[in-house]
């Protein structure tokens, strides 16, 4: 398995840093698991900051479990100043 997660600024003039990371094979799925659990909670901070819930969105809630199940395919998470693209391939 190999995971590829982004962290990219949506705007510029925006303060903080960008990153990827690429995670392959068994020994690294746990690390892959933490990134993509701390995405998750950041998506779900900023959604509750401005006032909506993740239950609002089905869309969202099965992105968000496909995810943290590491399904194949590929997901964003906008944060507000940042976005998480993350990319999980079998």
């Known amino acids: 398995m190999k995971v590829t997660i982004e962290h990219k600024k949506n705007h510029e003039h925006i303060v903080g840093k960008e990153w990827k990371e690429v995670y392959e094979g068994d020994n690294e799925e746990k690390f892959a698991t933490r990134d993509i659990q701390e995405a998750v909670e950041e998506y779900e901070a900023n ?3 401005n006032g909506f819930e993740l239950g ?23 944060c507000g100043d940042f976005t998480y693209y993350i990319t999980i391939e079998k």
């Not at 809630?61 to 399904?71: G, R």
Request: glycine fraction near 4%.
């Open 47 to 49: 959604l509750n900051a």
């Open 56 to 78: 609002d969105d089905q869309d969202k809630v099965n992105e968000v479990y496909a995810v943290t199940e590491l399904q194949e395919g590929e997901y964003s998470f906008d």
